[in-house]
């Protein structure tokens, strides 16, 4: 794994592991001098083909890592200490010491994903493996090609390879370091679920993956031969730390108010729902999900509206619903929040995942194509995660050949996925470069990016994290 650097370098080159290796090697080379050895942890960003915001509700994804990664050149240290530097000049040096208490950088900043990582391996360590501690840190420079805040999951990235690194001599499988790092990478704030580490982890080339959670399994799923996903990004920041980290958290909260409503209403026919604690268990348990769906109050209700529908206290909802990490309550939307529209997407989004994964294997696109349509349209209309460039950037694409659109990940700006027949990629791309790039952002008083390789582009699927075998 470890080798010198005039080592690593020439092995890099047989390889041909990439422009992005040796200037993170060199750069590594450049701050560590010292450094007897060096090894490289590798974590891919990730698009979901379908399947957005069931995750945390316990509903299938279907999404594909791709080959977009980020790369961490590391030693060893003798200490406890994590030191990580970026290539990129504008992201500070990192330093701090492994713990379960690991106190956290202002909001925002990047060394906030080294240290979950780092946090959640130490807290396992304790609990399963506690002749390995204290764990030993690492010395190391981070470079990436997923660009940041796109939506593509740069950040999970970042954590998956940091994890790499550290827990690369513990005795933990991939699937139990996804699960661990989907809990703690909430160490940031945002109360994701598991899809983005998972995928990261557990990607395969050649394959998209269906995932479902709790517990958590992967099954590879063929795209329809002859097709490829083609990824644009709106060119609008979706910040998981930042302004979306709140709109976010107020989506994981109207699941858990609907459910809570779901429950009440089911519990008389169907005693056991009483024990659902996901979205997933309820439409387990109640067959008529979609009948239930239409007994709930119409959107926007209060937490009172909520209690009061439930017979119960205002304060015991918001506690079972509204809590945040820091133990604080999330505060209310300004216009209310929208239960009924948010379980109606997740419930219908669960079931469209199931039917895109068969049509893919089938070889059937133009119905993935149309799942993938429906899918943006209830993540716009119900689930209020679009915006004007996202829903103009799937017209776009549509209108050039598109046989279904729509947006990727968290939403509120970053990348919409397309899929389109291989052979009609490059004009798809070509229209979507024209139109919106250089028609539409410009009217948006959007800069035009400089560079279209980064932001528009096909993608194939690939390999999950790890240690580059050298
Ligand atoms: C973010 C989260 C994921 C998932 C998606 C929406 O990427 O990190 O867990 O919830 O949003 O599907």
Redesign the pocket.
């Given at each position: 794994m470890f080798r010198s650097i005039a080592d690593a370098k020439t092995r890099l080159k047989a390889v041909e592991a990439g422009a992005l290796y040796t200037e993170v090697l060199d750069a590594f080379a450049r701050v560590f001098p010292d450094a007897p050895e060096v090894a490289f942890a590798r974590a891919p960003g990730r698009v979901?083909v379908i399947?957005?915001?069931?995750?945390?509700n316990g509903l299938p994804?279907m999404p594909m890592a791709i080959d977009r990664e980020i790369v961490i050149a590391f030693a060893p240290a003798e200490t406890s200490t994590v030191t990580l530097l970026n290539v990129e000049s504008s992201y500070p040096r990192v330093e701090f010491q492994i713990s379960s208490a690991v106190p956290p950088y202002e909001t925002g900043h990047w060394g906030n994903y080294a240290k979950a990582a780092a946090q959640a391996l130490c807290e396992w360590a304790q609990a399963s493996a506690s002749d390995a501690l204290p764990l030993r840190g690492i010395r190391g420079v981070v470079a990436g090609s997923i660009p940041a805040g796109s939506?593509l999951?740069s950040s999970?990235a970042l954590v998956v390879a940091v994890a790499c690194a550290l827990s690369r001599d513990l005795p933990i499988s991939k699937p139990e370091l996804a699960d661990l790092l989907?809990a703690g990478?909430r160490y940031v704030g945002?109360q994701?679920?598991?899809?983005?580490?998972a995928t990261s982890l557990l990607g395969r080339k050649g394959s998209a993956l269906r995932i479902d959670f709790f517990p958590l399994e992967t099954q590879p799923v063929k795209l329809p031969e002859g097709h490829v996903i083609v990824v644009a990004n709106t060119m609008v920041t979706a910040n998981?730390t930042g302004g979306a980290r709140v709109v976010?958290n107020t989506r994981v909260a109207e699941c858990r108010l609907g459910l809570e409503m779901l429950k009440h209403l089911a519990a008389p026919k169907h005693p056991a729902v009483r024990e659902a604690t996901l979205l997933k268990h309820f439409q387990q348990t109640v067959p008529e999900w979609e009948e239930c769906l239409l007994g709930l109050p119409d959107d926007p209700v209060s937490v009172a509206d909520v209690a009061a529908f439930l017979g119960g206290l205002e304060n015991d909802v918001a506690r079972r619903c509204l809590v945040q990490r820091d133990g604080s309550l999330l505060p209310p939307p300004k216009d209310g929040f929208s239960p009924k529209k948010r379980c109606r997407h997740v419930l219908t989004e669960g079931a469209r995942v199931g039917k895109a994964a068969a049509a893919a294997e089938r070889g059937d696109a133009r119905e993935l194509g149309r799942l993938m349509d429906e899918s943006h349209t209830s993540c716009a209309d119900d689930y209020g995660?679009s915006c004007p460039e996202l829903d103009r950037m799937v017209a776009v694409m549509r209108a050039h050949g598109a046989l279904g659109a729509r947006l990727t990940?968290?939403?509120f700006g970053g990348c919409a996925v397309a899929l389109v027949p291989s052979d009609q990629a490059d004009s798809l791309m070509d229209g979507v470069w024209r139109d919106y790039y250089q028609g539409y952002l410009p009217e948006r008083g959007i800069a035009v990016p400089s560079e279209r390789a980064s932001v528009l582009f096909a993608c194939s699927p690939s390999e999950g994290a790890g240690i580059l075998p050298l």
């Open positions: 979901n399947g957005e915001h069931t995750d945390y994804v939506g999951s999970s989907a990478e945002t994701g679920g598991g899809m983005d580490q998981k976010y995660i990940g968290a939403g």
